[in-house]
């Protein structure tokens, strides 16, 4: 049975979708997408363990070999993913029993929650294949049940934020699509593996760097590397809490996944940082939004939009990790996608507790918080502080190894613009500690702390960023193993 799991790890929360929508009231689909969840976990850390001891898992759909047939492949990049994507969905789901159905109309739930499966599908399908255009068709499942998720908030403005979502992600995946078919055209073959033997001898044509341009800005719009994030912060402010956790902790990350799988595994490193100026472009880019989101941040009155600047800001830690096109450099890139999801969870899982039970989440809501709601405030301060970087947490394992990487490489500017958008994270995480400790309410409510449904599942993200910022074998193990999986020069 174990052998089969590289596909039923996507096959499973494919079919549990139809059955929740079809189920009715708010236990029952919520129990299934959640008993999924944590089966998927399951089934995750299983392959995760396959990979480490027996290397890179191949799996032939219906018995077709590769490259005629579709390839499933699993290396220790895909399964660090799959683990990240499954791990937040097994705590956010327990999460969202109270804030769904506070956030979503009880007629709608099991649509929610088929969505929800729907997406974790296409995600773990993303990191499953391998076969260039079977990404594009998870790519777009999940885009799909996405869009949904968003325009299913109480907000209106959640349907025009969904909507311009909409409308930016299907030209990413325009483009992701006119690039892989002129890959298509240029090697006859989908398969990636296939793909990067045959590209070696074509891809000084000019057609090759036409697709390379395509994917890299298709898969750069799903993303949202700056300048191409702005659909990212309407979409987190108007989607229901639980699913703005969700998307914050994955959706980006998985992006960020397959443009490494492109740039590694079949253009390669020396094509693609060699011979094409992309190091230049995406180093350039990482700090720009590293710098300018974080300056945006500051500025932003509703807690929930400084949290998406936030994000624009982290991804361009990553990418500026990828730009780096060395072992150390992947190695910190794939280690922040795994932390900032841990970090970036706990925060917007804290606000919608803070959502839950105020209604709003403007930095003015938040003033006396400290003492009506500790436990909630102490884990935004805790997720805030990992996101600064403070020693003991993951956020500072992040950034330390992406200092290292950018030192060994030379690159003082990169180091600086790290600790120049760290210490305007100071500032804007400040602003609501600020709110939180130090004013008080011009309300003579008294507001009760977050229930334990959904306070529990917050801590839980918070005590692992604590853990993993304090034990870091096994994170930084995993994606040290990962980065030299995928070919990265020394």
Not at 85 to 97: D, F
Not at 102 to 116: C, D, H, Q, S
Not at 177 to 203: C, F, H, K, P, S
Not at 423 to 441: D, G, I, N, P
Request: glycine share 8%; charged share 10%.
């Amino acid at each position: 049975m174990t052998g089969h799991w590289q596909v039923l790890i996507v096959v499973i929360p494919l079919l549990a979708a139809p059955l929740a929508s079809v189920l009715r009231g708010r236990i029952a689909p919520w129990a299934l997408a959640t008993a999924v969840a944590w089966l998927l976990l399951a089934m995750a850390l299983g392959l995760l363990a396959q990979v480490q001891s027996q290397g890179t898992l191949s799996y032939a759909l219906g018995g077709w070999a590769a490259p005629w047939g579709i390839e499933y492949r699993l290396d220790a990049a895909s399964a660090l993913i799959q683990v990240l994507v499954a791990l937040i969905a097994s705590v956010v789901l327990p999460y969202s029993r109270c804030s769904a159905e506070r956030e979503v109309e009880a007629e709608r739930l099991p649509g929610f929650y088929a969505a929800i499966l729907l997406l974790l599908a296409g995600l773990l399908g993303i990191t499953a294949t391998g076969d260039a255009f079977n990404v594009f068709v998870f790519l777009e499942i999940s885009s799909l049940s996405t869009y949904t998720l968003i325009a299913l908030g109480r907000d209106r403005r959640a349907l025009t934020s969904a909507f311009r979502y909409l409308i930016m992600g299907t030209v990413g995946a325009t483009f992701y699509l006119i690039g892989v078919g002129l890959l298509y055209a240029m090697t006859g073959t989908l398969n990636m593996v296939d793909l990067a033997q045959r590209l070696a001898d074509v891809e000084a044509t000019r057609t090759v760097h036409t697709a390379v341009a395509f994917i890299v800005v298709g898969v750069s719009l799903k993303l949202a590397l700056f300048p191409l994030h702005l659909w990212l912060p309407n979409a987190y402010t108007h989607a229901p809490s639980a699913v703005t956790a969700l998307l914050a902790a994955t959706a980006t990350k998985v992006a960020v996944y397959v443009l490494v799988r492109f740039l590694w595994t079949i253009f390669g490193v020396d094509f693609a940082f060699g011979e094409l100026p992309l190091a230049k472009v995406l180093a350039v880019l990482a700090v720009l939004g590293m710098l300018v989101a974080s300056a945006v941040a500051i500025g932003q009155a509703d807690v929930k939009r400084l949290l998406a600047y936030s994000s624009v800001a982290q991804i361009g830690y990553a990418v500026a990790g990828l730009s780096l096109a060395t072992t150390l450099g992947l190695t910190a890139a794939l280690l922040h996608l795994f932390n900032h999801a841990l970090r970036k969870g706990a925060l917007v899982m804290a606000l919608g507790c803070v959502a839950w039970r105020i209604g709003g989440t403007r930095i003015e809501q938040f003033r006396g918080l400290g003492r009506s709601m500790p436990w909630t405030m102490a884990a935004f301060v805790a997720g805030g502080l990992s996101l600064v970087g403070v020693p003991l947490t993951v956020g500072f394992i992040s950034k330390w190894y992406l200092v290292l990487a950018a030192l060994e490489h030379g690159w003082w500017w990169l180091v600086l613009a790290i600790v120049a958008s760290s210490l305007m994270a100071v500032a804007y995480v400040w602003r609501v500690v600020e709110a939180a400790y130090f004013q008080s309410s011009d309300s003579r409510e008294r507001h009760l702390e977050a229930p334990l449904g959904m306070l529990l599942p917050t801590w839980l993200l918070v005590l692992a960023n604590l853990w993993f910022g304090i034990d870091t074998r096994l994170t930084v193990g995993i994606a040290d193993l990962a980065a030299r999986s995928l070919g990265a020069t020394p």
